[in-house]
């Protein structure tokens, strides 16, 4: 049986990627499911725009390669603008099963000095949530 097609996995082009791609690969290959990769770039600067997308599209090619080694089916989605608010249209948008993402592990003082968006997705969607806290 086939539990989850489309799973939906939000990236930060950080060392806390890898913690979620590990999990969810095998889920996927378990599901026969497709993964989207998602990275929303977050810049106040037209420079900073241009940098940060090189760096994601750099940084997403990379995971996708290595997930379709593994025989993972992968797309790669990178928007532009508030995290929560492209995440929760991406997700809107789309009939996905999972939504997967790697946790910070802030204290309660990180997450409200600088927000979360595991906090507002958990409340926000009717789609399962995959949260994994990262060990780095």
Do not use: W
Not at 5 to 14: A, E, N, R
Not at 21 to 32: F, R
Not at 79 to 105: C, F, Q, S
């Amino acid at each position: 049986m086939q539990v989850y097609k489309k799973i939906l996995v939000t990236i930060d082009c950080s060392p806390v990627d890898d913690t979620i791609l590990k999990h969810v690969s095998l889920l996927a290959l378990q599901n026969k499911a497709k993964i989207y990769l998602l990275h929303v770039v977050h810049s106040h600067t037209l420079d900073q725009d241009r940098a940060m997308r090189e760096k994601a599209e750099a940084t997403l090619t990379s995971y996708r390669a290595s997930l379709q080694e593994q025989g993972v089916d992968v797309t790669v989605l990178i928007r532009g603008g508030e995290p929560e608010k492209e995440i929760l249209k991406e997700i809107e948008e789309n009939d996905y099963d999972l939504v997967a993402m790697a946790t910070h592990g802030h204290t309660f003082f990180g997450d409200f000095l600088y927000g979360s968006v595991s906090d507002i997705l958990k409340h926000k969607i009717n789609v399962p949530l995959l949260l994994i806290k990262s060990d780095r």
